[in-house]
Nanobody, 114 residues
Framework: QVQLVESGGGLVQTGGSLRLSCAVS????????MGWYRQAPGKERELVAR???????NYADSVKGRFTIARDPAKKAVYLQMNSLKPEDTAVYYC????????WGQGTQVTVSS
C-alpha cells in the first residue's frame, strides 16, 4: 500500500519561498509520473506541477516560472520549490501519482500573507 507524506509548508510573506517535500513508500516510485496538487478553501483540488519518470515537467499557468518540481528516485521523494509566493498560492498542498491517483496523504499547509 502506497503512503504519501508531505512536509515543508508554513507561513511566509508575499515574495517568499518554501520547499515542499513528499516521501513515497510502498511503490516502484521511479515508474510513476508524480504531481503536486493544491486545494484552497472553497475550491476544488488542482494540479500545479507534474513530473514524469524521465524527468519531464509541466506546470499550471498560475505557477509557471515560480515553482519547480523535482524528484529523487534514490530517496523516493518529490519536491516542489516555490518562489515569489503570492497570497493566492495559499492552500493545502498534496503530492500524488499523476493519472491514476493513490490515496491522498495529509497534505501540508502553505499560507502566504500579504
Amino acid at each position: 500500500q502506497v503512503q504519501l507524506v508531505e512536509s515543508g509548508g508554513g507561513l511566509v510573506q508575499t515574495g517568499g519561498s518554501l520547499r515542499l517535500s513528499c516521501a513515497v513508500s510502498g511503490s516502484i516510485f521511479s515508474l510513476h509520473p508524480m504531481g503536486w496538487y493544491r486545494q484552497a478553501p472553497g475550491k476544488e483540488r488542482e494540479l500545479v506541477a507534474r513530473i514524469t519518470g524521465g524527468g519531464s515537467t509541466n506546470y499550471a499557468d498560475s505557477v509557471k516560472g515560480r515553482f519547480t518540481i523535482a524528484r529523487d528516485p534514490a530517496k523516493k521523494a518529490v519536491y516542489l520549490q516555490m518562489n515569489s509566493l503570492k497570497p493566492e498560492d495559499t492552500a493545502v498542498y498534496y503530492c500524488n501519482r499523476h493519472g491514476s491517483l493513490w490515496s491522498w496523504g495529509q497534505g501540508t499547509q502553505v499560507t502566504v500573507s500579504s
